[in-house]
């Protein structure tokens, strides 16, 4: 008998990522729920509106793109009405063996993940990704898209790693700390902090989406004010994957 489709909850922050989802799994209307929010918090009872979509549509399982606290909560909710959480791992991704992959985590399109690394509960490897060798992704870390994971780096759980953005090997980010976009991250960031470079250039508003009809090498690493060249690029993946 084959298993039903799994239903997906998401929220305006992850509109783009559940377009993917939807398109590859098929996913019909009644099978999704876009949670509302009032600012980075849902709207009261917006939470228990999922379980009860969730419910409504008959399903036993969801995949759940929300901030690491809001998604466990959820989560529970969910479970004690016998849905489980379950991951998704896009066809175009490249998953090296030797990973350890957790069944909620959510790995989108043209992400690449090296061997020896440890992918936590309901962690989010958005598209153009690149994980090395050896680096541990803890319960809840969204890494966002074309972001750079060094080889033996750490992040902790909730943390954010965001468009662009580059841990260098062996760093360590703390528990909810966020890289932001287009910065590097050389050595360990405190718990709850931000990490932002003083003068990052924006990138396209469409980073980390595909489009057939550009090159990869659109989505290059920013290092300070500027886009790095091809050459600069390709000494920069090298210096972030070597061991």
């Not at 729920?33 to 918090?41: A, I, Q």
């Not at 760093?171 to 590097?184: M, V, Y």
């Not at 931000?194 to 659109?218: H, K, V």
Request: aromatic letters at 4%; glycine letters at 10%; charged letters at 25%.
């Amino acid at each position: 008998m084959a298993r039903s489709r799994p239903f997906l909850i998401f929220c305006p922050d992850t509109d783009g990522v559940a377009s993917r989802i939807v398109d590859v799994l098929s996913l019909p209307e009644e099978a999704r729920h876009r949670l509302h929010r009032d600012g980075d918090s849902p709207r009261p009872g917006a939470l228990q509106d999922a379980v009860d979509a969730a419910v409504g549509a008959g399903a036993d399982r969801a995949i759940i793109l929300l901030g690491h606290d809001v998604a466990s909560d959820l989560a529970n909710r969910l479970r004690a009405r016998e849905i489980a959480r379950v991951g998704y791992v896009d066809p175009s991704a490249w998953i090296s063996a030797g990973v350890t992959l957790s069944e909620t985590a959510v790995v989108m399109e043209r992400a690449k993940i090296q061997s020896r690394v440890s992918v936590g509960p309901g962690v989010m490897i958005d598209a153009l990704c690149a994980v090395a060798h050896g680096a541990d992704l803890a319960a809840g870390a969204w890494i966002g898209p074309s972001a750079t994971i060094g080889h033996g780096a750490s992040i902790a759980a909730g943390a954010r790693v965001e468009t662009g953005a580059t841990v260098a090997p062996n760093a360590s980010i703390g528990a909810h700390a966020t890289i932001g976009r287009a910065t590097t991250a050389t050595e360990a960031v405190l718990p709850g902090t931000r990490l932002q470079a003083p003068r990052s250039r924006p990138l396209p508003a469409d980073a980390g989406r595909i489009n057939t009809n550009l090159s990869i090498s659109r989505y290059r690493p920013v290092t300070g004010d500027r886009t790095l060249s091809a050459d600069e690029d390709l000494r920069h993946r090298r210096k972030y994957f070597e061991e």
